[in-house]
């Protein structure tokens, strides 16, 4: 079952990949919330002007995690025996919890946060190899950066104007 669905994931052609891997940073992370505790603190972007809060969380967020957690990790870990042995699952498990880390409003938060990243990081991933098969398949960054993005674009209006 878990190959059949990372085969269908897998073959996606780009633009359903992005709107799957969107949705699923909405869906998977709502399992933090059957963590029993309130504690989630404001997140200071919400305390500056909206123009500044899309450009901060839709372009410039997006670009320095992704550069960050997943292509950076994903670059310095691939050597490492154990890495590659287990086929860069601990690289995307260790990208997902720093990633959950580095949004710490709160526990629940930081475990939303978590599950979001175990998507990114797969998603990287997932593009990482279809781009070592063909020079033709979109960059994992730009793929990663385009989910992210969207994730904070959707958010934001949202939060913003429903």
């Known amino acids: ?5 990372h085969l269908f994931i897998y073959n996606l052609r780009f633009p359903y990949f992005i709107i799957l891997m969107t949705i699923a940073t909405f869906v998977l992370p709502l399992l933090s919330f059957l963590i029993p505790i309130e504690d989630a603190q404001r997140n200071p972007i919400e305390d500056i002007s909206l123009i500044r809060q899309v ?4 372009v410039v967020a997006p ?3 992704t550069s ?4 950076f990790l994903f670059w310095i870990l691939k050597d490492i025996p154990f890495v590659r042995k287990y086929d860069n699952i601990p690289t ?13 409003y709160g526990l629940s938060y930081i475990v939303y946060s978590a599950l979001m990243g175990v998507i990114l990081g797969y998603s990287y991933w997932i593009y990482q190899k279809k781009k070592e098969k063909t020079s033709k398949a ?4 730009w ?3 385009l989910i992210h993005a969207l994730h904070n674009l959707f958010t934001f209006l ?5």
């Open 1 to 5: 079952m878990r190959k059949r669905l």
């Open 55 to 58: 450009i901060s969380g839709c």
């Open 63 to 65: 670009l320095i995690e």
């Open 68 to 71: 960050l957690y997943q292509m």
């Open 92 to 104: 995307i498990f260790l990208s997902a919890i720093i990633f959950g880390t580095i949004h710490s």
């Open 138 to 141: 979109p960059s994992a960054y």
């Open 143 to 145: 793929v990663v950066f």
């Open 158 to 162: 949202l939060k913003n104007f429903f």
